[in-house]
């Protein structure tokens, strides 16, 4: 018997399958919710040839004709006079008549008129015999509750709504449970994000560094040494996290590396020993200055022609609009928002027109509903905006297509630093999914972290912030066996080793970082700065310290302080194959591992492998790779691996800590996004940003648009899910922020003096 598990609802037996009934008021809700109105038409399209048993294609040619209003107009195949309209705008019974009129007006024929909406239409009835009254037609209306009545119709509605909500609707669950949509597989934003990072880590692209210096560069406008205005690194890296509304601790090594570097000859940056900060040379200060006068007299040349472009069509329709550019400027916020990649693109490249129209409508439309102007004039405004923006996109004067591609190419490098909606959608989504079990690899160098500042709590903050972020973080008895075994081991190993020579340890700190235990490390540390009395008090922040209940104690202290789960084996229900835990342990021997740990390990990993199974991980209907990692720093295991299973087990269980820390934790957050593109879409401090950036990032995300525009929607998805996996493994990222223990950090620091 099959099963399909999909939303809401209880199970229902058709003939020898099993389906999900869907809860009707779940349908409803989830489908409300939406606002992208081609992802609505394909839905659409789908949901209804399972009902009416026909197929659909476009309208096609209505732009052409110089007709707008009238997007996601499509006709059955068999009958070309019988025209459907998907909409998902609120005012539904407006839109309706709106369409109906502009069918009329340019004489387009039709026998039966379809409207669709995900809105509940009011007095549908009534609605439809004044309708039929007025154009001598039958107007059919099929609004959410329509729909919502028919999603139990048949298997095939059922898999419409399950392929709909599986590939837009992502969920979001810390803080809170809230759900977004979005088409993640037709924008090519995540596709050219996700390839461009990893033939960044193959090859020798220097995109980040590239971010860097941008951003550094204009940090340091305004600096000048004879006034005693210089920034230090820290100064600099906090600017940055200013200007860009989240915390540049993605790009905190680069910067420290590029100071040093832009600081060379020939030298862009300064660097003046007595004032002990960074500033930018004469020369470069007079070239900024002479910029800003020039991006000053451009924006306000671009608001000047705007506004007369508005002035004109206004008068031309006879429309009173007290402050239209105001909408403009939200409309071009908006633009950037919801398809920057694609409208940055053709405004820098003049490539894929088409783009920009798929979603044109429905912004402008979106952006007027969300204005005070009022209802008997919006349609007649949207009218006019719509004209507005086409004039100023393709046939924008030499100031007007200047500010758009200054803007472009600030947008370009915030996209390039994950900061963009649909790439926060994807990588927060895919946190709500994951089911990582934490090595002590991880967990040792975190807990020896405790005495440190929050700042340089690299392994802390890491499994801190992956569990805020909704990331399902356990250990099963494996690790926790190992965890107490370890603590038992740096107790013995205090006693017999550094009890008796503390002296020897404290009289410098140099000597204190060479100890080999990071724990017994930490301790020393923590004395030094008379956090701890003596290794017992130092124990006791974890464990009893005869470690007469460690195991519960552990358990309790992981949870509290990481939200880390315990899983027994017993509950997972799964089986490992015996000859293939036999043939790994053998292997793990060979690679010097003592038989306690060979032993655990083979058992722990081919664990991994059968929850992956069992769990059908490998189902291609999602697009966010594997769910369930080993989070470890250790590679032994995982070349023994490759070694005796070769491709068996092709996609490895382990994830880089480095992987959780760039992509989930230090991303940039849904809410920082937000005010990252209100400030600069459209700003003068948008086009000042762009001064710095090279042609050459434009061009490489230009090449990667098109390589997404040349496949299919199902080659599209498997890349995705592909690239996913391999920056979660990928062992030679580079320019990334590693996860390094501060005093491993400090030592080779004081190595250099």
Same mark, same amino acid.
């Given at each position: 018997?099959?099963?399909?598990?999909?939303?809401?609802?209880?199970?229902?037996?058709?003939?020898?399958?099993?389906?999900?009934?869907?809860?009707?008021?779940?349908?409803?809700?989830?489908?409300?919710?939406?606002?992208?109105?081609?992802?609505?038409?394909?839905?659409?399209?789908?949901?209804?040839?399972?009902?009416?048993g026909h197929t659909f294609t476009p309208v096609g040619g209505l732009h052409d004709r110089g007709i707008d209003g009238l997007e996601y107009l499509f006709n059955q195949k068999e009958r070309k006079q019988y025209i459907f309209q998907s909409s998902i705008q609120k005012d539904c019974k407006n839109k309706l008549?709106?369409?109906?009129?502009?069918?009329?007006d340019n004489k387009i024929r039709f026998d039966k008129f379809y409207f669709i909406t995900n809105r509940i239409f009011p007095e549908i009835d009534k609605e439809t015999d004044h309708l039929y009254e007025q154009y001598k037609k039958p107007i059919y209306i099929y609004d959410l509750k329509w729909l919502s009545a028919r999603v139990n119709h048949s298997e095939g509605t059922i898999r419409a709504y399950e392929v709909y909500i599986s590939d837009h609707f992502h969920e979001f669950k %810390?803080?809170?449970?809230?759900?977004?949509?979005?088409?993640?597989?037709?924008?090519?934003?995540?596709?050219?994000? &996700?390839?461009?990072?990893?033939?960044?880590?193959?090859?020798?692209?220097? +995109?980040?560094?590239?971010?860097?210096?941008?951003?550094?560069?204009?940090?340091?406008?305004? +600096?000048?040494?004879?006034?005693?205005?210089?920034?230090?690194?820290?100064?600099?890296?906090?600017?940055?996290?200013? &200007?860009? /509304?989240?915390?540049p601790s993605l790009l905190s090594d680069t910067i420290d590396k590029r100071l040093i570097t832009l600081s060379e000859k020939p030298?862009?940056? %300064?660097?003046? +020993?007595?004032?002990?900060?960074?500033?930018?040379?004469?020369?470069?200060?007079?070239?900024?200055?002479?910029?800003?006068?020039?991006?000053?007299?451009?924006? /306000?040349?671009?608001? +000047?022609?705007?506004?007369? %472009? &508005?002035k004109k069509y206004q008068g031309k329709e006879n429309i009173k609009l007290s402050d239209s550019f105001s909408l403009i400027e939200a409309i071009i916020n908006k633009l950037f928002y919801q398809q920057g990649l694609e409208f940055a693109d053709f405004v820098l490249e003049g490539e894929n027109q088409s783009a920009i129209e798929k979603d044109l409508g429905d912004i402008i439309s979106s952006t007027v509903d969300e204005s005070s102007v009022g209802l008997k004039n919006r349609e007649e405004v949207k009218s006019l905006l719509l004209v507005t923006i086409r004039d100023i996109v393709y046939n924008g004067s030499f100031e007007q297509k200047l500010f758009l591609k200054k803007l472009s190419n600030t947008y370009m490098m915030l996209f390039l630093l994950q900061?963009?909606? !649909?790439?926060?959608?994807?990588?927060?989504?895919?946190?709500?999914?994951?089911?990582?079990?934490?090595?002590?690899?991880?967990?040792?160098?975190?807990?020896?972290?405790?005495?440190?500042?929050?700042?340089? !709590?690299?392994?802390?903050? &890491?499994?801190?912030?992956?569990s805020d972020l909704g990331v399902k973080l356990s250990i099963n008895k494996t690790i926790l066996d190992e965890l107490v075994s370890h603590f038992r081991m740096i107790k013995n190993k205090y006693e017999v080793e550094y009890k008796d020579n503390e002296d020897i340890y404290l009289s410098d700190e140099m000597m204190v970082l060479y100890v080999e235990d990071i724990m017994i490390r930490a301790y020393f540390y923590a004395k030094l700065r008379e956090e701890v009395t003596d290794f017992d008090e130092f124990l006791?922040?974890?464990?009893?310290?005869?470690?007469?209940?460690?195991?519960?104690?552990?358990?309790?202290?992981? @949870?509290? @302080?990481?939200?880390? %789960?315990?899983?027994?084996?017993?509950?997972?229900?799964?089986?490992?194959?015996?000859?293939?835990?036999?043939?790994?342990?053998?292997?793990?021997?060979?690679?010097?591992?003592?038989?306690?740990r060979a032993q655990s390990d083979s058992k722990f990993v081919l664990t991994i492998y059968a929850i992956r199974e069992k769990n059908n991980e490998m189902d291609s209907s999602h697009i966010f790779g594997y769910k369930t990692w080993w989070l470890t720093k250790d590679v032994r295991t995982q070349r023994a691996v490759r070694n005796v299973f070769n491709d068996k087990y092709k996609i490895t269980c382990y994830m880089r800590p480095d992987f959780l820390l760039n992509y989930i934790s230090l991303a940039p957050k849904k809410r920082d996004i937000n005010d990252v593109y209100k400030e600069i879409f459209?700003?003068?401090?948008?086009?000042?940003?762009?001064?710095?950036?090279?042609?050459?990032?434009?061009?490489?995300?230009? /090449?990667?648009?098109?390589?997404?525009?040349? !496949?299919?929607?199902?080659?599209?998805?498997?890349?995705?899910?592909?690239?996913?996996?391999?920056l979660k493994t990928n062992p030679k990222l580079r320019n990334r922020k590693k996860v390094e223990h501060f005093l491993d950090k400090r030592l080779s620091e004081l190595k250099k003096y």
């Open positions: 018997m099959i099963k399909f598990e999909f939303i809401g609802g209880k199970s229902l037996i058709r003939g020898d399958i099993t389906l999900e009934f869907i809860d009707p008021e779940v349908f409803e809700y989830a489908l409300s919710l939406l606002d992208d109105g081609k992802i609505f038409e394909n839905f659409v399209n789908s949901f209804l040839s399972e009902i009416l008549h709106l369409s109906l009129k502009k069918l009329n %810390k803080p809170g449970k809230s759900y977004i949509f979005s088409n993640l597989i037709d924008d090519p934003r995540l596709f050219v994000f &996700l390839r461009q990072q990893w033939d960044e880590s193959k090859g020798d692209l220097k +995109t980040e560094e590239i971010l860097a210096d941008t951003l550094i560069l204009y940090c340091l406008e305004g +600096t000048d040494p004879d006034k005693n205005q210089v920034k230090t690194n820290e100064e600099i890296k906090k600017d940055i996290s200013k &200007l860009i /509304k989240f915390n030298r862009q940056i %300064k660097y003046h +020993t007595k004032q002990k900060g960074y500033c930018l040379p004469y020369d470069t200060r007079l070239q900024i200055q002479e910029r800003n006068f020039k991006d000053n007299a451009l924006y /306000k040349t671009f608001k +000047t022609q705007v506004k007369h %472009k &508005l900061c963009d909606p !649909k790439l926060c959608i994807y990588f927060s989504t895919m946190a709500s999914e994951l089911n990582i079990y934490v090595g002590n690899s991880i967990l040792v160098p975190a807990l020896s972290e405790i005495f440190l500042k929050p700042i340089n !709590k690299n392994h802390c903050n &890491l499994l801190k912030k992956a006791d922040k974890f464990v009893t310290p005869n470690m007469s209940n460690a195991e519960y104690e552990l358990l309790e202290w992981l @949870e509290d @302080e990481f939200g880390i %789960k315990f899983i027994s084996d017993e509950s997972l229900e799964i089986q490992i194959n015996a000859a293939d835990e036999k043939l790994l342990y053998k292997e793990l021997k060979n690679l010097k591992k003592d038989d306690v459209p700003s003068l401090l948008g086009v000042n940003i762009s001064f710095h950036i090279p042609e050459e990032v434009s061009g490489t995300v230009h /090449k990667y648009i098109k390589m997404h525009a040349s !496949k299919s929607p199902v080659r599209i998805k498997a890349a995705i899910r592909d690239l996913t996996d391999k």
